[in-house]
């Protein structure tokens, strides 16, 4: 069993930086494959951001890539989302989430555990 809270979102201006966390309980985070997904209002929830069990793999949608990062600490049972050059259209609520897996999963049903989602809001 794996719980996951959020924290870290707030808003900021266009072209701003933000960093969101996820901080996990229980002994599965090392052997978890973690990701970000966001959910707009009136959208569906979608991939961001993927990080292995290590930390040396990750995958990122192409509307984030080479903007956000994606990093662990194990030892803390914590991963992170840097947002760099952040725009209105990544507003959303961000939802970090979690599987005991080796694979990286870009596909939202592949998660076994969910946090309850921390809300960014990109001002223009």
């Known amino acids: 069993q794996v719980q996951l809270e959020e924290s870290g979102g707030g808003l900021v201006q266009a072209g701003g930086s933000l960093r969101v966390s996820c901080a996990a309980s229980?002994?599965?985070?090392?052997?978890?494959?973690m990701g970000w997904f966001r959910q707009a209002p009136g959208k569906e929830r979608e991939f961001v951001a993927a990080i292995s069990r290590n930390g040396v793999n990750t995958r990122y949608a192409d509307s984030v890539k080479g903007r956000f990062t994606i990093s662990r600490d194990n030892a803390k049972n914590t991963m992170y989302l840097q947002m760099n050059s952040l725009k209105p259209e990544d507003t959303a609520v961000y939802y970090c989430?979690?599987?005991?897996?080796?694979?990286?999963?870009?596909?939202?049903?592949?998660?076994?555990?969910w946090g309850q989602g921390t809300q960014v809001t990109v001002s223009s």
């Open positions: 229980g002994r599965t985070f090392g052997s978890s494959v």
């Open positions: 989430a979690a599987v005991t897996a080796w694979a990286i999963f870009t596909d939202s049903r592949r998660y076994d555990y």
